[in-house]
Nanobody, 122 residues
Framework: VQLQASGGGLVQAGGSLRLSCAAF????????MYWFRQPPGKEREFVAA????????NYADSVKGRFTISRDNTANTMYLQMDSLKPEDTAMYSC????????????????WGKGTLVTVSS
């Protein structure tokens, strides 16, 4: 499966952005999906995950209550609604897919897309 993230940009602290991840392949609805981010000069970190049918989600503590992950299997697209953004949310955001149907944070996803840059100004 090929993945393409979009929707990044520059936003002021307290603002919102909605990222999208378009998947190109026939089996999107069987994959657990993930959002990761890499802040400038730092390691990549987990942000959120959603299982194959959207029934189970998981979030990093740093974004819990502010970010919402969702998916539309009819459109082969995953989303990340980001509200109450903070300067520390500034990062390159990437989406990823796992051939497992359920979320498995201990395993590295199988497929990765190019990222979209989110910059939050103070």
């Amino acid at each position: 499966v090929q993945l393409q993230a979009s929707g990044g940009g520059l936003v002021q602290a307290g603002g919102s952005l909605r990222l999208s991840c378009a998947a190109f392949g026939r089996t999107f609805n069987t994959y657990a999906m993930y959002w990761f981010r890499q802040p400038p000069g730092k390691e990549r970190e987990f942000v959120a995950a959603i299982n194959y049918n959207g029934g189970i989600t998981n979030y990093a503590d740093s974004v819990k209550g502010r970010f919402t992950i969702s998916r539309d299997n009819t459109a082969n697209t995953m989303y990340l609604q980001m509200d109450s953004l903070k300067p520390e949310d500034t990062a390159m955001y990437s989406c990823a897919a796992s051939v497992a149907t359920q979320i498995r944070r201990a395993q590295t996803p199988n497929y990765w897309g190019k990222g979209t840059l989110v910059t939050v100004s103070s």
